[in-house]
């Protein structure tokens, strides 16, 4: 991961093959004032919390996403509905991914 939003969901995407592999997602949207990613298995993501999460998401304002010290702290407050695990390896991301979970990028 190289920490750069863009470039980063550029590879999952390309890695992912995501031009031509549909069992494989990329949802784009805002989290605050922040552009973020959510990479998922279609089927594999149960309907109703990927709704709540959504919501718990697009409720964070621009000024809580700036008093929170770190992502650990604003999964903790904004994702209350799933486990959460954090990795900078992008090896282990795709084989999680791939495993079922999902994965979110923000900005």
């Known amino acids: 991961m190289t920490g750069n939003y863009i470039t980063d969901c550029n590879y999952f995407s390309e890695k992912l093959n995501l031009k031509k592999?549909?069992?494989?997602?990329?949802?784009?949207?805002?989290?605050?004032?922040?552009?973020?990613?959510?990479?998922?298995?279609?089927?594999?993501?149960?309907?109703?919390?990927?709704?709540?999460?959504?919501?718990?998401?697009?409720?964070?304002?621009?000024?809580?996403?700036k008093r929170v010290k770190n992502m650990r702290e604003f999964s903790f407050i904004r994702m209350p509905y799933v486990e959460v695990a954090f990795s900078s390896d992008d090896q282990n991301i795709i084989s999680q991914l791939l495993s079922g979970q999902a994965v979110i990028i923000i900005d």
């Not at 973020?36 to 149960?46: E, H, N, P, Q, Y």
């Open 21 to 65: 592999n549909f069992d494989i997602v990329r949802r784009d949207f805002w989290v605050a004032d922040r552009t973020a990613s959510l990479f998922f298995i279609d089927g594999f993501m149960k309907d109703d919390i990927f709704q709540r999460l959504l919501t718990f998401l697009y409720r964070t304002s621009p000024e809580e996403l």
